[in-house]
DNA sequence: ACCAATTTGTCCGTATGTATA
DNA sequence: TTATACATACGGACAAATTGG
């Protein structure tokens, strides 16, 4: 049977073909386009494939290596470099390092910066907080295996976790910080999930390529007595994780 | 203070300037680029923000008005055409039409295909039933306001829900249809969330445009004992929905 | 009714980048 | 490597529509 291209490669769209072609093999090289091997096919059965010429598709392989998503060797082949995604799980009880721990083993927190500033209308809304009473702001960066994952602003009120960004700078954790500071367990209350077209500074954060996209999660974690403790803001690259939501009640578990 | 542009508009990155362009004033538009009348600033101004010609300007907005997301009016300026993400509710409960009722009028959900198939082999795992064995899938369609929001493929034991495409033809609703095929309840156990560029596919169903992004949620939906009932995978168009993940239990709600 | 300022719409020409053969 | 075709980007000039004095 002859099925047409999932994906159409357009000519005047304002994306050049390479590019084009680029980002539909990023896509298909995660949905199996290689054998077993991680071994991609001939340029010129993507040429083919793609009905452009074979230069064309060898200015796309360019642009895939220059990521790191493949790797050329000359009369051997071109191969996949890339791996899988990561499960982010969202749990009413989730911690961060938890849930990617076993998956990985190279998992790394930073604190990239942090701040005392007066809360802003959201985030003082969603701390329950006054608009404009001090909040402690932390600015995050997680690796698995050297590759960022993701890019976390988050906000405490500073009245009662001001040692925050010390003590996560002890122990790389907000949930060890958390305890460190008194609370011994916190629940996410809701999260909001969107994706869009990382900008520039999701690009330099995460190592991303142009037109690399970022889930977003704004969430909100509570205490046991359902006040707000932490307000944050987590940018993903999408690429490399997939956010996994669990019944947070464990009704149906199976 | 001069700060330097959050997302800067690279030459010879393989995207023409008038896409970037287009790409950033949409992601911009919703952060509030536009004054409180949706009015957004002259062509000259954003040209020499974007330290591009003018023309190069007009040519971005040529496409966000082909996209519906701006209208230009001759002497007068360019407004704002879009509107709001509209909040799609991921609970341990969540029916589609439920949660989105009350933010639009008119929702609408329709069945564009249906077949009795072998399940393949995620399927028939997700669904607790043998390889090969006979399941319904669905291909679904939904609009608000007249406007594509997610388009889905579900699967069903064929055994248990044989009737399900003609039920929800009647009826436009999966819990609808479950009702009429004796599922008085049923709940959802999980949910992975990831996105991707939309395909081929996507642009054609969701009427999306070149480069748009798409959010997935592959779910499984179990009933009161915990027995599978429904594996699904759904399509979001990213710009037009955000997912509210919220407890599953009510434990800490407030 | 008229005018000036502002803003979008259209035309010209030219240079460069992209893709093919 | 060379040639060709087309899309992209720029610069300038002017027309057309709207607004407010």
Redesign the interface.
């Known amino acids: 049977m002859t099925t047409a ?4 490669i ?1 000519r005047r ?4 073909l ?2 084009q072609i ?2 539909r093999m990023r ?1 298909e090289i995660s949905a199996g386009l290689a054998d077993e091997n991680g071994r991609m096919p001939p340029e010129v059965v993507l040429a083919a494939r793609f009905g452009v010429n074979r230069h064309t598709v060898r200015t796309a392989i360019a ?1 895939l290596v220059q990521e790191g998503v493949l790797r050329a060797e000359q009369g051997r082949g071109t191969f996949v470099e890339g791996r899988q ?1 990561l ?1 982010y799980p ?1 749990r ?1 009880r989730t911690r961060f390092s938890e849930g990617l721990a076993g998956q990985t083993c190279g998992l790394k927190a930073m604190l990239l910066d942090d701040a005392v500033e007066p809360a802003s209308g959201e985030a003082a809304a969603a701390l329950g907080v006054d608009t404009g009473a001090p909040v402690v702001r932390l600015e995050t960066l997680s690796e698995a295996d050297g590759r960022p994952i993701s890019r976390g602003r988050s906000w405490f009120d500073a009245a009662r976790f001001g040692g925050m960004a010390e003590t996560f700078r002890h122990t790389g954790s907000i949930t060890a910080s958390f305890k460190a500071l008194g609370l011994a367990d916190y ?11 990382a ?3 999701d690009l330099r954060d995460l190592r991303l390529s ?2 690399a ?3 977003v999660t704004v969430a909100v974690n ?1 205490d ?1 007595q ?1 006040r707000p403790v932490q307000y944050s803001e987590t940018r993903f690259a ?2 490399r994780i ?13």
């Open positions: 291209n999932e994906t159409m357009e769209s304002g994306v050049a390479w590019r680029a980002d896509r642009a995604r499960a969202i009413s629940f996410r209350r809701s999260t909001v999930v969107t994706a869009r077209h900008d520039a500074a142009p037109g996209i970022v889930l509570v046991a359902g999408a690429d997939e956010l996994h939501v669990a019944d947070g009640g464990g009704t149906t578990a199976g």
